[in-house]
Every structure is written in C-alpha cells, then in structure tokens.
C-alpha cells in the first residue's frame, strides 16, 4: 500500500485484524473525503440529524440520520430499521455512489465478496457525546458485515466480545479510518468513548461516523 496524506501528517494505510472476522483500515477513506462529506451536507439538508429517543425515554447524545433504503431509528416503541424518515414521512434520501463504492471496496478488502448495504446510519458526535456499549443486533441476516467510516474528531472505539462483560480492547479511530466486522466478531460488544473537545481541519468540532448495513 501506498502512503495516504491527511493534513500535514504522513499517514501510514495498513490494515490490521483486530479480532476474527473484523479489520480497521487506516486510512482507507481518505481519498473520498469530500464525497462523503458533501454527501453528508446533502443528505442532512433533507433529513436533519436528531437526537432520538431510546425504549427507555433518554434521548441519545449522539445524533443521527441515514441513507439508503432503510434506516435505523429509535424511540419509545423500540429500535428497528424504518424505510421512511418518521420526522418527514419521506422515503431517506438515496445512498450516494460514493458512500457504496467505498463500502464495497472495504468489504472486498476485508474478504467478504459482494455487500450490498441498503442502509447508511450517520452518527454526528460534538464534544461529550458518547455511544455506550452495545450490540447492532436490529438487522435481519447477521451473516451480512458492518462497515463503520470515521470522519473528523479522533474517537476512542471500544471493542470488546460476544458476552458484555469480556473485555474491552481500545483503538483510536481517526479521521479516514474504516473497520470492516462480520463473521464470527459481527455481534461483539462495542461502543465509543466520551468525545473530546479539538477542532479538525475537515469537520471543525465533529465526529462524523458512517454505518453500511444490510439491514432488510
Ligand atoms: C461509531 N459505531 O463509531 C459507532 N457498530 O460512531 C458503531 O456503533 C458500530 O462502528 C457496528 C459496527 C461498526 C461500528
Ligand atoms: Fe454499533
């Protein structure tokens, strides 16, 4: 691999299993940084990012909207994947070429032949939001992976097993990073640390992180 180039720091692409089944890929979308982020801006204009509610009536620090044919939502009925924004009514607005090129690039990368996400959850954290641990158990094949993009703000990911109290293995996830996950790892514990406060050069004082689903 190549070395990528984001900001002024040399970053070095490499590819790493952090357990069966699952990889983070540094760097990997950094080439299509202004895609996504311009897919973000146009998808937000027509769905705007919201704190949902959980099951359990707290409102969520992380606020969120997607693309694709299906997305994901949250409130007092439960969790489930809708095809239509429940603020609008309307379908989500479609997932961009760019956003399935990439996932599907990564997929490949990562050993799982032909992913064909319907579903893009967008994550936007501002300094203090959190995404306590949990596991994606809300699609309906789990023979499907997850493809997970960071942009903006490092992050601290937490990553742990398939019961919620082995433990926890930590990474930073930077701007352009990917983690692929599916197989024996794709119902393992995970969640992100308290967001710190910093200003990126891309983002200014924001995580953004994409979720490619096969959700239906
Ligand atoms: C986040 N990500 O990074 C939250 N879930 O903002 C997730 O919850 C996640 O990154 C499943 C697979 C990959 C992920
Ligand atoms: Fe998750």
Redesign the pocket.
Known sequence: MTDLFGGNEPRQSAHQTIAPGAMLLRGFALDDQRALLDGIDRIATAAPFRRMQTPGGHVMSVAMTNCGGAGWVTDRRGYRYSPTDPETGRPWPAMPDAFLTLARAATALAGYADFRPDACLI?R?APGAR?SL?Q?RDERDMTRP?V?V?LGLP?T?QFGGLKRGDPVAKYA?LHGDC?V?GGPSRLCW?G?LTLKDGDHPATGRLRL?L?FRGAM
Do not use: K
Request: glycine share 0%; hydrophobic share 45%; no cysteine.
């Open positions: 994550n954290y995404m949990h994606d997850i997970s960071s992050a990911f996830l983690v996950w995970h992100v992180n979720t």
